[in-house]
């Protein structure tokens, strides 16, 4: 039971342009989202994260949008620059639970010249 | 170093094998947690240590998974009679606290098995 969803498993987007990755759930308990980016051979490092009181979190290039009543979030990267080019990871978890995140299976975004 | 450590980085075994792999995490950090991510899959959570509470071990795939923490620093996770499934990235985090603060878990590199 995937209760993280990251339908798209790859992105392409040229430099310069908007990159939307999205993320729907299924846990209506979710309170608290994060993304998460990788590179290869690397661990994943905190991106943003974004509470379910707010519909908008802003940190320079990167702003995730939450949609509640549609339990969607989505993360725009703008403007998009190569070293973007990562897996991009959607997270979430739900407060009394505090020692798990639950991942989406990830996005790879990949930004051409 | 400043970050998480694990090792080894890579390990290949035959199947029926026990294998250690182990992480240490950044000095102070009181939260650690093992995921790991098997192909195509997303992170799976694993187990988690805070402190001196009782570790949350509702993730451990099989009663062949185990995991220790000891000194509330260094923590090894344990796969006994390894599985051809239990092939998988297997990283460790670890964070300052988790009272519903930022979420940031700081992950390390993490440990390639491949069970052949």
């Known amino acids: 039971d995937q209760q993280v969803k990251q339908n798209s498993p790859s992105l392409s987007v040229q430099e310069g342009r908007i990159s939307i990755l999205n993320c729907d759930y299924t846990n209506s308990m979710f309170d608290y989202f994060l993304w998460y980016k990788k590179y290869p051979a690397e661990g994943p490092t905190f991106l943003i994260s974004?509470?379910?009181?707010?519909d908008k979190n802003e940190d320079g290039r990167f702003t995730v949008f939450l949609n509640k009543s549609a339990k969607h979030l989505s993360l725009h990267i703008v403007p998009s620059q190569p070293g973007d080019s990562a897996v991009y990871f959607c997270a979430a978890s739900a407060t009394g639970t505090a020692s798990k995140l639950t991942f989406g299976t990830g996005t790879r975004l990949q930004v051409t010249l | 170093g400043a970050g998480v450590s694990q090792s080894p980085s890579n390990k290949v075994t035959e199947k029926g094998k026990d294998v250690e792999l182990r992480c240490d995490p950044i000095s102070g950090h009181t939260a650690l947690y093992w995921y790991r991510q098997s192909l195509g899959q997303g992170l799976e959570f694993l187990i988690y240590?805070?402190?001196?509470?009782?570790?949350?071990k509702s993730g451990l795939p099989s009663d062949r998974f185990s995991a220790e923490r000891t000194g509330g620093s260094v923590s090894t996770l344990t796969i006994q009679r390894t599985q051809q499934e239990d092939s998988a990235v297997y990283l460790c985090?670890?964070?300052?606290?988790?009272?519903?603060?930022?979420?940031?878990?700081?992950f390390g590199e993490g440990s390639r098995l491949t069970v052949l």
């Open positions: 240590f805070q402190g001196n509470s009782a570790p949350d």
């Open positions: 974004i509470s379910s009181i707010k």
């Open positions: 985090a670890s964070s300052l606290r988790w009272a519903g603060g930022t979420g940031e878990l700081f």
